[in-house]
């Protein structure tokens, strides 16, 4: 079982040295300082983000034992390896990056958007998918309205997609920011899927607008 981290006490500063600019010095002590970073690499975790799936997973019971699921985005692979540790039967990963491969699941160099990736995904399933999962975002530009724009509009195309590979009764979970323009999206989900709620999991950067939205009970005939 897996175990989130607890805050530590000790600080690592970091030095700026000739060949690193302050903003790099300050990323690099922020991932030193970082619990879930340390955590992740104790716990064989590919990266940090494994741990949002678990707290998600926690609070709201997302992967059944048995289940299909879809991992959009997947790169570098840490939510395909939490979905295969809770007990999934299949579990395919997509993203436009390479990823090294998981052991039990299935990985795929693509684009969720071509035309035939619903079919060739749910071949690689047997069946339809009991949870598309999302934690894909857009390269942000510092402007957080047109950044939230962005990550929603990606966030509709997976819940297109979804709508596409859902078995019913299905679950879908996507990343996306704090900002004013959910709604258009929000609205249609609330008729595919009997519950609809956002959170934050307590992985999430308190400083990050990142939240996810979580969706359960898909209404294939909606």
């Not at 078995?167 to 920011?177: D, H």
């Amino acid at each position: 079982m897996s175990k989130t981290p607890a805050n530590r006490g000790l600080t690592v500063r970091v030095k700026t040295a000739k060949k690193r600019s302050t903003a790099s010095a300050a990323w690099l002590a922020r991932q030193l300082n970082d619990p879930y970073v340390v955590a992740a690499k104790q716990q064989g975790w590919r990266s940090r983000a494994a741990f949002k799936l678990i707290e998600l997973d926690d609070r709201f019971k997302l992967l059944k034992p048995g289940a299909r699921i879809v991992d959009l985005g997947c790169a570098p692979g840490g939510w395909v390896q939490v979905a295969m540790q809770r007990g999934a039967a299949k579990v395919v990963g997509l993203d436009l990056l390479p990823v090294d491969p998981v052991v039990g699941a299935e990985i795929i160099q693509g684009d969720f958007n071509d035309p035939d990736m619903p079919d060739r995904l749910m071949a690689l399933l047997g069946g339809k998918a009991d949870a598309v999962l999302s934690d894909m975002a857009p390269n942000t530009t510092g402007h957080a309205a047109t950044d939230h724009l962005r990550i929603i509009a990606l966030a509709e195309l997976a819940l297109d997609f979804a709508t596409h590979v859902l078995a019913p009764g299905g679950v879908f979970v996507a990343k996306v920011f704090q900002g004013g323009s959910e709604r258009q999206m929000l609205d249609p989900m609330k008729r595919m899927f009997t519950s609809v709620r956002h959170a934050k999991p307590p992985a999430s950067r308190k400083e990050s607008s990142e939240s996810y939205v979580v969706a359960m009970g898909f209404r294939a005939n909606a």
